[in-house]
């Protein structure tokens, strides 16, 4: 039985007894006079018989909720946040309560945005499937215009979109968190930016957010309605799922907008399969191996440009990467020419706990599959402006056994138990997103602050504000998570404003890797001194790294690149923010490149293991890799059949050399580049004895984990 399994079964009084004994535990660790003087008064609480007249009902309530929940974590966290709150509300007036509740009243964001609410914009919603086009029509209209602003969910895109505007003649600038390119010369009026950095101050003709589905997440949802609702644009276009639509519509209404919506269908069928494939746990060493072909990587914690670099090898039909392995990184941000998606699972961990994968997901993975045109193809063979709605028209008229065939996306599974699973979520549709994604701005967030003494935790503040805030049914606020413990990392820190520490909340750090809390820490004390930020001044980027050769099978040196990579992207986004404490700017981009071509070298070289999610470490066993929770698989990929794709995490026993061929050789019989077909799911899937006897194997095949 899991302890979450085991504490939810205990009685009130087996819980009392064990938040009790937890707090002592607290107790001991803390050792502060004060807080144990606050837990001797909990503790008495706790065991009272009847506690309806305690002052501290809602402290023990608390407390044992968060112990109940989620273990001692969670109660040590609850404890100090308990703890400050007692202490501040013996100082605040009723005058001072008052003040709070006014800056916590978050019901009406709209009005945050005054200069943009004196504009009557149009905003065209564009709502369909993965690879329907709707993003394309509203790329077509930036092109068009004369201003405007693009705004992506990943720094690849935005870089993808910069790429291309600049390659039709249309100056445009690159703007994210640590990365700015500005075009010399002229004025420019166009600009490509990660949603987090969108301009809400400059006047655009035009503006497109792209992923709009993105404005219900949980965590980064605030991004989107900041710019939905203040991006100065004449016309704004929005660009995602259908689920989106009720929730604009409320937008768009109480915006005094114009809204136009406009629905597209995929460009290419999607078919799911009725038999399923087995899992296959070894993977890149075993594919070479067998396959003689290469094998290209993508997951996560790789840098957005070795993603991109991995994802042109497996997109190349003149090399030999003819295998990608993947994580469920794949689903956005990549352009991949995939034929047929496999998921290894239906289930994926969350960052908390194994729960099956949202509907919305299964369909956007699933949507990479028969992909009409890759963002290389697009930009070497421009379609007339409209191809897209006549494929629209003709795609119902042609059998997939024809010669369309060729651009059929199919869906199956490793495991045929997940097959029903994946079916149903392809014939389904999601719930519609009913809330917009919330953060307090930072004006707010200081003008709050400034009613508790200097030495509260910012932890706490920003607790204290989540808890009181009011806001309107159509928006929520977005949870704290990695703001918290990045707070409470820096805490210690001297001579931190306010602001320097809300600044640092809203980094890109991931304090959940604890080899990154030095560098996090480090980072914060250079600011706190102002001094000592040139980056070869910073010994917990341990660039020493750089000197060690690259050893064939690392999967340690690997991290420790890929966690340095982070430590650079960190300083490149403070830099932005401090330029006079982090003034080595233009190194740490030569240092970053540097890290990314050993990487590179390490990939090509090494037969790694596929990580899993958080910091990627699989379970390895004699070489073999078994994802773990929270992986897709990617499987190998026919050049002659196209691309293929398989997502999710298994744990089903692992193919000998001899199965893991014929999965390989069935894939190529599957599809024959040359004569332009695809077989039918309902067709036998029996291996192709020529292909087998050339030594070929089907290319543009992914296995996502």
């Known amino acids: 039985m899991s302890a979450d399994a085991f504490r939810a079964q205990l009685s009130p009084e087996e819980l009392t007894i064990a938040v009790i004994d937890n707090l002592r535990k607290i107790e001991k660790q803390l050792r502060t006079p004060d807080l144990n003087h606050f837990l001797d008064d909990v503790v008495a609480a706790l065991k009272q018989s009847s506690r309806s007249s305690s002052k501290f009902v809602p402290i023990v309530d608390s407390i044992r909720r968060a112990f109940q929940e989620h273990g001692f974590s969670a109660l040590k966290a609850q404890v100090k946040y308990a703890y400050n709150g007692y202490l501040a509300s013996r100082r605040f007036s009723k005058s001072n309560l008052q003040d709070q509740a006014k800056l916590a009243d978050l019901r009406y964001p709209v009005e945050w945005y005054p200069a943009t609410r004196e504009l009557q914009r149009v905003i065209h919603l564009h709502v369909g499937p993965t690879n329907s086009g709707k993003t394309y029509h509203a790329l077509k209209r930036l092109e068009q215009a004369q201003s405007g602003v693009y705004a992506g969910p990943l720094r690849l895109l935005a870089h993808e979109v910069y790429t291309r505007l600049n390659a039709r003649g249309k100056p445009c600038n690159l703007i994210t968190g640590d990365e700015r390119h500005f075009v010399e010369g002229q004025e420019i009026k166009m600009s490509s930016c990660t949603v987090e950095m969108v301009p809400t101050n400059a006047s655009v003709e035009v503006a497109v957010i792209d992923e709009i589905q993105m404005i219900g997440h949980e965590e980064r949802g605030w991004a989107w309605t900041q710019a939905v609702l203040g991006l100065k644009a004449k016309e704004l276009h929005l660009c995602g799922e259908e689920r989106t639509?009720?929730?604009?519509?409320?937008?768009?209404?109480?915006?005094?907008?114009?809204?136009?919506?406009?629905?597209?269908?995929?460009?290419?069928?999607?078919?799911?399969?009725?038999?399923?494939?087995?899992?296959?746990?070894?993977?890149?060493?075993?594919?070479?191996?067998?396959?003689?072909?290469?094998?290209?990587?993508?997951?996560?914690?790789?840098?957005?440009?070795?993603?991109?670099?991995?994802?042109?090898?497996?997109?190349?039909?003149?090399?030999?990467?003819?295998?990608?392995?993947?994580?469920?990184?794949?689903?956005?941000?990549?352009?991949?020419?995939?034929?047929?998606?496999?998921?290894?699972?239906?289930?994926?961990?969350?960052?908390?706990?194994?729960?099956?994968?949202?509907?919305?997901?299964?369909?956007?993975?699933?949507?990479?599959?028969?992909?009409?045109?890759?963002?290389?193809?697009?930009?070497?063979?421009?379609?007339?402006?409209?191809?897209?709605?006549?494929?629209?028209?003709?795609?119902?008229?042609?059998?997939?056994?024809?010669?369309?065939?060729?651009?059929?996306?199919?869906?199956?599974?490793?495991?045929?138990?997940?097959?029903?699973?994946?079916?149903?979520?392809?014939?389904?549709?999601?719930?519609?997103?009913?809330?917009?994604?919330?953060?307090?701005?930072?004006?707010?967030?200081?003008?709050?602050?400034?009613?508790?003494?200097?030495?509260?935790?910012?932890?706490?503040?920003?607790?204290?504000?989540?808890?009181?805030?009011?806001?309107?049914?159509?928006?929520?606020?977005?949870?704290?998570?990695?703001?918290?413990?990045?707070?409470?990392?820096?805490?210690?820190?001297?001579?931190?404003?306010?602001?320097?520490?809300?600044?640092?909340?809203?980094?890109?750090?991931?304090?959940?890797?604890?080899?990154?809390?030095?560098?996090?820490?480090?980072?914060?004390?250079?600011?706190?001194?102002?001094?000592?930020?040139?980056?070869?001044?910073?010994?917990?980027?341990?660039?020493?790294?750089?000197?060690?050769?690259?050893?064939?099978?690392?999967?340690?040196?690997?991290?420790k690149l890929e966690r340095m990579h982070k430590a650079l992207i960190l300083y490149l986004w403070l830099s932005y923010r401090f330029a006079g404490v982090f003034n080595t700017q233009a190194m740490a981009f030569y240092v970053k490149g540097l890290v990314e071509e050993r990487i590179e070298q390490t990939l090509a070289r090494a037969s790694i293991e596929l990580p899993t999610s958080g910091l990627r470490r699989p379970h390895i066993a004699k070489g073999n890799l078994r994802p773990a929770a929270g992986e897709a698989l990617a499987q190998p990929r026919g050049r002659e059949l196209s691309e293929e794709a398989s997502v999710g995490h298994g744990r089903n026993s692992v193919p000998t050399d001899d199965e893991l061929q014929a999965i390989l050789m069935r894939m190529t019989a599957r599809s024959n580049k040359a004569s332009g077909t695809v077989q039918s799911s309902k067709t036998p899937m029996d291996p192709s004895t020529a292909n087998l006897e050339r030594g070929q194997v089907s290319s543009n095949v992914a296995i996502t984990t």
């Open 245 to 559: 639509v009720p929730l604009v519509k409320e937008l768009a209404a109480a915006m005094g907008d114009d809204l136009q919506v406009h629905h597209y269908r995929r460009l290419s069928p999607l078919k799911a399969m009725s038999a399923s494939l087995r899992e296959i746990h070894k993977l890149k060493r075993r594919i070479e191996r067998i396959t003689r072909r290469r094998v290209a990587v993508v997951y996560g914690s790789l840098p957005p440009e070795v993603r991109a670099q991995q994802a042109n090898l497996f997109n190349d039909q003149s090399n030999d990467y003819d295998v990608l392995v993947a994580s469920d990184a794949i689903g956005m941000g990549l352009n991949l020419s995939i034929k047929r998606i496999i998921f290894s699972s239906t289930i994926k961990f969350n960052g908390r706990a194994q729960a099956p994968i949202e509907i919305s997901q299964i369909k956007q993975i699933a949507g990479r599959a028969g992909r009409y045109r890759t963002a290389a193809q697009a930009a070497q063979q421009e379609p007339p402006v409209n191809e897209l709605a006549n494929q629209q028209a003709q795609r119902d008229k042609v059998s997939p056994t024809g010669s369309s065939a060729q651009n059929l996306g199919l869906v199956t599974t490793l495991n045929r138990g997940n097959l029903s699973v994946v079916q149903s979520a392809l014939e389904s549709q999601p719930d519609p997103i009913m809330s917009a994604g919330l953060f307090p701005p930072t004006n707010i967030l200081v003008r709050f602050a400034a009613y508790f003494p200097p030495s509260t935790p910012l932890s706490y503040i920003l607790l204290r504000l989540h808890s009181t805030s009011l806001l309107h049914p159509r928006f929520h606020l977005c949870v704290l998570k990695d703001h918290l413990t990045i707070a409470d990392t820096i805490e210690p820190v001297k001579n931190l404003t306010i602001s320097d520490r809300i600044v640092f909340c809203a980094s890109p750090a991931n304090p959940r890797d604890e080899a990154m809390i030095p560098i996090l820490r480090a980072y914060a004390e250079c600011v706190g001194n102002n001094a000592g930020g040139a980056i070869l001044d910073v010994p917990a980027l341990n660039l020493q790294l750089l000197d060690r050769q690259v050893k064939v099978g690392s999967r340690d040196y690997l991290e």
